[in-house]
């Protein structure tokens, strides 16, 4: 069948709006209709070429639609179930996934790099030439086929919007918090960063007891928004924030920092940010090949935890679900996180706008 998607065709070139062939669905995959994408920073990483990804490629990672078919063998989901797209798949066999890590699952690293299927074919074409998936998603297009394994079915009445958020943004920053750092109680916390993982960040911090809770961002609106969000303090990268840090947590240094840019140069600065004995928890992606450089004295003398955080440790058949009843009941706020949708002709605009920091959120409706 022929479908619109948003393709990206070379890197520094802006996301075209083209028409392309998907082919049906083969064993253990599932045609999905797209119902709303996360503007989100992995996508933008293929366009600046931070992240390298075979050519051309339909983006679109933070995905939640309704299931229109489903390929043989496929028994355990069904047309008009409503789906979140999980961009990590797991295969619940592996070594990681026996550890209860299945973010970390190694069995479908390889398709997923190299843009295919799992079976390392594609379903997408253009004049009978392959068009790759992003995270075997390729999510900002009006229907598409993913793995069976990366689709989390949802309960009905969660708008897909939401769900979509949960699929990206939601997962890695509450996820974070409640996941990767376990805050407890009282505790301390300062997040990095205030888009849409450092708000998810600082509700995980909330939903988890932590006090007090500081925001950093560089941009005015965002550190307004977050205290919406529950930072008790908000603070700009300008102001003194080692003085302001400390003046918070006794001269010590915050229990917990979450750095949710992704910025070699703020991960160090955090670093000194954490009291002895406290964990950096690092939740932005940082370019391939950059590095970081982190005193190993003071890691050692202050016995200081760094944590990697990827997509917020979770288990997204289990954790999706999770976050999607804490919205429901309230408890994470979710709908004020999108600031504004677009329409696929607009996804180079909604990308502008998160580059220019102008977004807690952007959803892509399509
Ligand atoms: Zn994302
Ligand atoms: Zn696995």
Known sequence: MKIRAAVLNAVGQPFAIESLDLAEPRAGEVLVRVAAVGVCHSDWHLVTGDTKHPLPVVPGHAGAGIVEAVGPGVEDIKAGDHVALNWAPSCGRCFYCLHDRSN?????????????MLDGTTRLSRSGSPVYSYCGLAALAERTIVPRQSC?????????????????AVATGVGAAMFT?????GESVVVLGCGGVGLSILQGARLCGASPIIAVDSHTPKIWVAKHFGAQ??????????????????????????????VPTLQEKAFTWVRPGGTLTLAGL??????TNFPSALLTRQEKTIKGSYYGTVHA??????LLDLYAAGKL??????TRRYTLEQVNEGYRDMVEGKLARGVILL
């Open 104 to 116: 970390l699952c190694e069995t479908y690293t390889a398709p997923i790099w190299a843009g295919t």
């Open 152 to 168: 989390v079915v949802i309960r009905k009445d969660i708008p897909l919007e939401i769900a979509a958020l949960v699929g990206c």
């Open 181 to 185: 750092a376990k805050v407890r109680p």
């Open 333 to 338: 706020n979710l709908a004020d996180m999108i």
């Open 286 to 291: 940082s370019p391939m090949g950059s590095a």
């Open 233 to 262: 303090s908000a603070v700009l990268s300008t102001d003194d924030v080692d003085a302001i840090i400390k003046s918070h947590t006794g001269g010590r240094g915050a229990d917990h920092v979450f750095e949710a840019v992704g």
């Open 317 to 322: 058949p289990r954790d999706f679900p999770l």
